[in-house]
């Protein structure tokens, strides 16, 4: 999917116009017969807000939105976006001119997005594939930037990278697999990647990441991802981990099957947020300096497996005893974390498929939040999900949380309880970082069993949108 700036419309072969409004006057504006802008009146007055006009020569689409274009109203926008590509799709349409009033200019975006989001298909594994036709939105206009294209492209195709990572099986992505693509993805974007391998992983001593692996036949990983350009605004790195664990059996403390293992591919989808997000910044030219740290395995009760009870010292020296081989994410998030302390950066952000209990709380509606990280920063980071509309609900993280993981015979334990599940699972990784830090618990709205919009159905690139837009944020922040 290719989004360019033009200066007009042309009529080509397999195109459609569609044309954004917030009043019928402009209806005028649209290149529309007298026949066509009475239906259009109809349809709008029956509060059919996009609608349809099918042609021999070209398809025509007006979308008709609110005069106030909030968040809630871009959201709207792009979920429009949803139903005008599969239009355009059954049309056999390849390219869709995007134009509006000047008074919708800033919907452009947002129904771009929702357009380019909703052609994603995953059909590697299919012997009969259907794909979309559709492969270029063009927008007119003269006062859209450049670079808020070239940002919006970034976005697009690293979310789709992402959810190609997510969806992929094991069968393919492990873990030595998962950090060539990381590899790859990296240097097609100017991002710097190291990878770790068992051996370097062992002289490290990262217990966590090492004890989950010890059920596994694969080896672990660890990536080392980073973003330098030469006018990095930021002295201090931006450090963002995110859970690797390529697929989760839950190892001895084995999960049931039915919609539980099923589906564990999925639980490397922090680390998909991770490697896409940093490598969406570099290609989107963001004047941040960024690492990213990607431990990865998968979770096996094989082998030599880790068992409840077992003592783990970790790469900070902190041990922990282990009660739950399923509380397995926090174990290898933990050693990065750790070892993301000697950059000293000056915000730690870490992203995970955690808990059960975070998706039990809020759906597939939002992100779990919480950390250290200052009120000011935080409220950076709940606008920007406002904004992508990937919202943050923040949990409290009280000290009384930190008696839930006390260990009879270790430092702490990892799990905590049936209580607060998502917030103990918190506590345990702000043991491993010094630095302001917040966690995302994205294990409700990673991958979904029913297709949502232009979200798809399977994995969803949650997360890379909210923190291009954080970037975008955090950016203006700093030149007040």
């Not at 000290?399 to 260990?407: A, F, M, R, T, V």
């Not at 917040?438 to 069993?449: E, S």
Request: aromatic letters at 8%; charged letters at 25%.
């Amino acid at each position: 999917m290719n989004i360019t700036l033009v200066n007009k419309h042309k009529e080509i072969p397999n195109s459609a116009q569609l044309f954004i409004i917030n009043n019928i006057k402009q209806l005028n504006d649209c290149g529309l017969e007298k026949e066509q802008i009475a239906y259009t009146k109809q349809k709008i007055e029956d509060k059919s807000i996009t609608v349809f006009i099918p042609s021999v020569s070209e398809h025509k689409i007006i979308r008709f939105i609110a005069k106030k274009i909030d968040n809630g109203e871009k959201e709207k926008t792009r979920r429009a976006g949803f139903e005008i590509c599969n239009f355009l799709n059954s049309n056999k349409i390849e390219t869709v001119y995007v134009s509006a009033d000047k008074s919708c200019e800033n919907a452009i975006n947002a129904i771009s997005e929702g357009i380019a989001l909703s052609n994603y298909k995953f059909e590697k594994y299919l012997t009969k594939k259907e794909p979309n036709t559709l492969k270029d939105i063009k927008i007119i206009s003269e006062n859209i930037e450049k670079s808020a294209i070239e940002k919006l492209n970034a976005t697009i195709a690293c979310v789709m990278m992402a959810k190609d990572w997510v969806n992929e099986p094991l069968s393919f992505l492990d873990a030595p697999e998962f950090s060539k693509q990381l590899q790859k993805a990296g240097e097609e974007a100017g991002v710097k990647v190291e990878v770790l391998n068992k051996n370097k992983i062992e002289a490290l001593k990262m217990g966590g990441l090492l004890a989950v692996n010890l059920g596994s036949k694969t080896p672990p990983t660890f990536t080392i991802m980073e973003y330098k350009p030469k006018k990095a605004i930021n002295k201090k790195p931006i450090v963002l981990v995110g859970k690797g664990v390529v697929y989760d059996t839950g190892g001895l403390s084995l999960k049931p099957t039915a919609n539980s293992m099923d589906y564990m591919k999925c639980d490397m989808g922090g680390a998909a947020v991770v490697g896409a997000s940093i490598c969406a910044a570099a290609k989107a030219n963001l004047p941040l300096h960024i690492i990213a740290l990607i431990p990865a395995t998968d979770n096996r009760p094989g082998e030599n497996a880790y068992v409840p009870g077992d003592v783990i010292k970790m790469y900070n020296g902190t041990t922990v005893e282990v009660l739950n081989t399923d509380a397995e994410g926090r174990m290898i998030l933990a050693d990065a974390l750790a070892y993301g302390e000697k950059y000293e950066p000056e915000l730690v952000m870490d992203f995970a498929t955690l808990t059960g209990a975070a998706a039990a709380a809020i759906g597939s509606y939002g992100i779990v939040c919480m950390g250290t990280a200052d009120e000011n920063t935080k409220n950076i980071m709940k606008d920007a999900g406002n904004k992508a509309y990937e919202r943050l609900a923040e949990f409290p993280f009280w000290d009384e949380y930190d008696d839930l993981i006390k260990s009879d015979i270790a430092d702490i334990k990892n799990i905590g309880g049936p209580y607060g599940g998502a917030i103990t699972a918190g506590k345990f990784l702000a043991r491993f970082t010094k630095s302001p830090w917040m966690h995302f618990d994205i294990a409700g709205p990673a991958y979904l069993l029913a297709k949502d919009n232009y979200r798809g159905k399977g994995a969803t690139g949650v997360g890379i949108r909210f923190m291009m837009q954080f970037f975008e944020d955090y950016i203006a922040s700093k030149a007040k």
